[in-house]
Structures are given as structure tokens and as C-alpha cells.
């Protein structure tokens, strides 16, 4: 493989004028920006997908709470399971503001990780629901 050669040494051994180094750094440059914005705007596509599925799971989540509250069948301790998985759904969606607040400050990377976490979670929750609603046969 060819070992790549300094511009510098390319103007003092004659090979590029000093106006073709200037261009040459100035296209390396522009090259470098544009893949810097394109990373960026990759990172925040991702972070706000993230996003957007942890938010999903939890209106699911939401969902599945809202037919299992109508449930007509209601056994023993059923209201004190319900208000445990509210509060716990609770505290998953209050976490959404802090997602936003990132995709806000630009920590795509920080959105990301905690989206994930929190989709995780709101899995977690949306399946002891539907557990929950089979137990009872809603």
C-alpha cells in the first residue's frame, strides 16, 4: 500500500503550487464539515427514533392499562396491582420529558441511551399488563 505524502512536501519538492495546497486544504476541509453534519444529523435520526419507539411503548402500554381498568372482572387485589402498574407507568412517562430535553440539547447520544432504557421498561410494563389482562381473561 502507498504511504501517503504530506501536501507540505509536495510544494517544497514542486509538485503542487502553494494556491494547490490552499485548495486542497480548503476541499479537505469542506469534506470534513460535510461529513460532520451528516454524522450529526445521522446521531439525532437515531436518537429521535429511539425516542419515538419508547414513547409508542408506552402509550401501548397505556392502552392495554386502559382496557384492563374496564375489565368487568375484577378479583381480589386487583386495585392495588392497578394503581402499582399506574404509578410505575407514571413514572415511565414523566421520563419523556427528559428525552425531549435532550434531543433539545443536542446529547443525541444521551436521548438515545436513555430512549432505549426507558422502551425497554415500558416492554416490561406493557407485557405484566397483558399478563395481567390473560390472568383475568379480559
Not at 14 to 20: C, N, R, Y
Not at 109 to 135: E, F, H, I, R, V
Amino acid at each position: 500500500m502507498p504511504r501517503s505524502v504530506p501536501l507540505a512536501n509536495l510544494v517544497e519538492q514542486g509538485v503542487l503550487s502553494p494556491k494547490e495546497l490552499i485548495a486542497a486544504a480548503n476541499a479537505s476541509v469542506e469534506e470534513a464539515k460535510t461529513a460532520a453534519v451528516a454524522g450529526k444529523e445521522k446521531a439525532k435520526a437515531d436518537a429521535q427514533a429511539a425516542v419515538d419507539a419508547a414513547k409508542a411503548s408506552l402509550t401501548a402500554a397505556s392502552a392495554t392499562m386502559t382496557t384492563l381498568e374496564g375489565c368487568k372482572k375484577k378479583p381480589k387485589g386487583f386495585a392495588k396491582d392497578m394503581e402499582m402498574l399506574k404509578a410505575n407507568w407514571d413514572g415511565l412517562n414523566a421520563q419523556t420529558a427528559d428525552l425531549d430535553a435532550k434531543i433539545a440539547a443536542e446529547d443525541f447520544a444521551g436521548a438515545k441511551s436513555a430512549a432505549d432504557a426507558l422502551k425497554a421498561s415500558a416492554d416490561t410494563l406493557g407485557a405484566d399488563l397483558t399478563a395481567a389482562k390473560d390472568k383475568i381473561k379480559c
